[in-house]
């Protein structure tokens, strides 16, 4: 059973910074971040795979980083320049042989 466990939200200030970590039970082909706001649907983020390949979305572009250590079996977000419209709950997403797994997710609030 795959396991995805979450760390790193919080409340940051608009301007600030914060890093998202996931970390896997075991090696998955693809890992990454969605999120979601109050009242709206679950929106991607941002991905890798295991050969370093990846996919940021429009929206958090030149300000989110996504990151992977393959021997940890772990992903990251660096997320700058926060601003209030990012604040949602952030799930970690892994995908491997067709199915799709998620955690249970990590709320990050951007409030002043």
């Known amino acids: 059973q795959v396991q995805l466990v979450e760390s790193g939200g919080g409340l940051v200030q608009p301007g600030g910074s914060l890093r998202l970590s996931c970390a896997a039970s075991g090696r998955l082909f693809r890992l990454g971040w969605y999120r979601q706001a109050p009242g709206k649907q679950r929106e991607f983020v941002a991905t890798?795979?295991?050969?370093?390949?990846?996919n940021v979305a429009d929206s958090v572009m030149g300000r989110f980083t996504i990151s992977r250590d393959n021997a940890k079996n772990t992903v990251y977000l660096q997320m700058n320049s926060l601003k209030p419209e990012d604040t949602a709950v952030y799930y970690c997403y892994a995908n491997s042989n067709g199915v799709d797994y998620w955690g249970k997710g990590t709320l990050v609030t951007v409030s002043s």
């Open positions: 890798m795979t295991s050969g370093g390949s990846t």
